[in-house]
């Protein structure tokens, strides 16, 4: 089992800015799409962001366009997600996800293969 690791997340007021950070093992994380997904207290796990393989495509969540920018540095196996003007509704557990050697980017939860064990991000109101 491939074990992704989330750091970066924290507890601020609203309209600041948070980048969690996603790293990986081994030499293939330039083949693997790879997403976020945030879980809020008793709901279910939400898709954020998605990228490629090679960063070249990315998909959002409507609730975060314009906020939040997904990219990842294959060099350093490691993705992150820039998440700006934070609101409180964006409180949750946040999540990496991957799927390796996949050209797509899966947009459910139950499409990915690899996960992280979570980064918890609140906003003060």
């Known amino acids: 089992q491939v074990q992704l690791v989330e750091s970066g997340g924290g507890l601020v007021q609203t309209g600041a800015s948070l980048r969690p950070a996603c790293t990986a093992p081994g030499p293939t994380f330039n083949s693997w799409a790879m997403g976020w997904f945030r879980q809020a207290p008793g709901k279910e796990h939400i898709f954020v962001a998605g990228?490629?393989?090679?960063?070249?495509?990315?998909y959002y969540a409507d609730s975060v366009k314009g906020r939040f920018t997904i990219s990842r540095d294959n060099d350093k196996n490691t993705m992150y997600m820039q998440m700006n003007s934070l609101k409180p509704e964006d409180t949750a557990d946040y999540y990496c996800e991957a799927r390796a050697y996949s050209a797509d980017v899966p947009l459910l939860w139950d499409d990915y293969e690899y996960w992280g064990q979570g980064t918890q991000v609140t906003v003060s109101s």
């Open positions: 990228i490629n393989y090679s960063g070249g495509r990315t």
